[in-house]
């Protein structure tokens, strides 16, 4: 039997089969625990290449041949736990006698040590693309009628009800089966349900379109770690508002990002391909680089989810109606198969760190006490884990417990680096807790500082900028006022330029690490860079230590 197999280099480059028609039993156990190795890396996902000899040429099968190999993989599939899927078929050499095929199956199982994959998905875009309806309608299973009653569910405040207008950050969640199924609203009561039957989930971050809100859509981009981005574009108002914006901040922070042309059914077809053009133009613009792919088939679907997934210049574009359901279907294949961006080696890597959580969001729970949301960075946390938050105002760290932890409203004992989650830390005082804030394990002394150096980009001003200077800081979950106390070199700086530039924090030392990246704003001003050098605090007493940075400071 020619069994071809392609060296296993990427968690998501397919491996290459040839043909699987009854294979010896030692050949059949050695590719089982392939796929198994294959599962592992991919985190629990993995997609196969039937009718492809190693080097990649599609040779294609007879269609007996084609069904014995899927068969042959669907025991593989069942031997290590896991269900397949068959993602798409297709004839390679029309010109034959026999028809040639080849196709692609995904392959997923839960790892056993956790209980989904978890993907997160920031949603961007200017007010009123239909954000918000999309992912009512995703969630909720349901078309909405028009007039953004999709929406309704995911608002939060009776503003955002009344005004029809996201103004905080909500998360909602669409989960996929093994088999490839949609897991929403439509047919479980509660997320508990969902997070049960899913063995994929995408957790969408909806972040605000206005401009008043921008903070909060900055903020979203930067603490909660998006994989990707889907930035919505109106068909009938094309490239408006703030979604420039949303698209260079998105590209600012390295986010991968897809695009969704919504509303097509109030246009007529030349107004939604007029705006598919303009957006095309603007990709291919010297400063995004991207490669436009449009897609309009199941087929396109699939090869956009492994494209992007391999090459972060590739843009799909997807143009739906939440109202008629057009092309949602190819939205979901697409959700379905993307893979995540780290493998299986990067996640435990971080996981061997010693463990901080970064504070995102602060509730008081009745009958549980204080709560905090946000993302685990690095290590693993436990129920009754020891650590310590920080920084107070005047730098000090201070110990606490956490009680319990959820993972999208379900209990959860161990959280890993990664993930998002809520902890519960019992009788800890909320007044205590500010958002920004990080909780770290004991033994890490972690660095906290007044004064830090970030390598700048200027990417607009209406005049110059120089030394007294305040802008507004993002880096991760700090957002803070910041005084620029140095310009290295220069004078003064213009749109466009770069510099090294000294800031001081204004209101309480933060903790931070060099190399992360870093957003600031004032009115028009714009920027962005990374954090190149810290002058840390001495613990406890929040004054500065002998400077390492500018003697002139």
């Not at 063995?199 to 809100?213: C, V």
């Not at 993930?419 to 972690?446: C, H, I, W, Y």
């Amino acid at each position: 039997n020619n069994i071809g197999m392609s060296s296993l280099v990427s968690a998501f480059s397919p491996p290459l089969q040839l043909k699987l028609i009854d294979p010896t039993q030692y050949r059949f156990e050695h590719l089982a625990t392939q796929m198994k190795w294959r599962l592992q890396e991919g985190r629990g996902e993995a997609v196969y290449q039937i009718g492809v000899d190693d080097n990649g040429m599609l040779v294609g099968l007879s269609e007996e041949d084609l069904r014995s190999s899927l068969k042959t993989l669907g025991r593989m599939a069942e031997k290590v736990g896991a269900d397949i899927t068959i993602l798409r078929e297709r004839e390679v050499d029309h010109d034959a006698d026999i028809p040639r095929k080849i196709a692609e199956v995904l392959i997923r199982k839960v790892p056993d040590d956790q209980q989904f994959l978890d993907l997160r998905v920031a949603v961007l875009g200017n007010v009123d693309s239909g954000k918000s309806t999309l992912l009512g309608v995703l969630t909720q299973g349901e078309l909405d009628n028009g007039r953004g009653r999709a929406r309704l569910n995911l608002f939060r405040h009776l503003h955002e009800i009344q005004t029809g207008r996201t103004s905080s950050i909500s998360f909602e969640i669409l989960g996929f089966n093994s088999k490839g199924e949609v897991v929403n609203y439509s047919e479980s009561r509660t997320a508990e349900e969902i997070c049960e039957s899913a063995s994929k989930m995408i957790t969408f971050i909806d972040l605000a379109g206005h401009h008043k809100y921008l903070k909060t859509t900055i903020f979203g981009l930067t603490s909660y770690c998006p994989d990707f981005a889907m930035l919505v574009v109106s068909a009938n108002t094309g490239i408006a508002g703030t979604t420039r914006e949303h698209l260079g901040l998105a590209m600012a922070l390295k986010v991968p990002i897809f695009i969704v042309v919504s509303k097509v059914d109030l246009c007529k077809r030349d107004t939604v391909e007029r705006t598919v053009r303009q957006l095309e133009r603007i990709l291919k613009q010297p400063g995004c680089n991207k490669v436009p792919l449009v897609v309009s088939t199941a087929d396109d679907a699939v090869t956009a989810a492994q494209q992007f997934a391999q090459s972060p210049s590739i843009t799909p574009i997807f143009t739906v109606s939440s109202v008629s359901g057009e092309s949602l279907n190819l939205l979901k294949v697409f959700f379905n198969i993307i893979p995540p961006l780290s493998n299986s080696k990067e996640q435990e890597e971080l996981m061997q760190q010693l463990t901080e959580f970064q504070v995102d969001e602060i509730y008081t729970v009745p009958d549980v006490g204080t709560v905090v949301g946000g993302t685990l960075y690095s290590g693993i946390c436990r129920e009754g884990e020891q650590l310590v938050v920080g920084p107070t105002d005047s730098g000090q760290f201070l110990k606490l417990t956490v009680c319990s932890i959820q993972r999208n409203r379900s209990a959860c004992r161990v959280l890993r680096a990664g993930q998002a989650a809520t902890l519960a830390l019992d009788t800890f005082d909320r007044s205590l807790l500010r958002k920004g804030m990080v909780m770290v394990s004991p033994e890490m002394n972690p660095t906290i500082c007044w004064l830090f150096e970030a390598e700048i980009v200027l990417l607009f001003h209406a005049k110059t900028f120089h030394k007294g200077f305040q802008v507004t800081v993002h880096v991760g979950n700090i957002r803070q006022t910041a005084t620029v106390k140095a310009v290295h070199g220069k004078e003064e700086l213009r749109t466009g330029e770069k510099a090294v530039v000294c800031f001081k924090f204004i209101k309480h030392p933060e903790y931070l690490k060099v190399g992360a990246k870093l957003l600031f704003r004032e009115g028009a001003t714009k920027g962005i860079g990374q954090v190149t050098k810290l002058q840390p605090v001495s613990h406890g007493t929040g004054e500065p230590q002998p400077s390492q940075l500018d003697p002139r400071i």
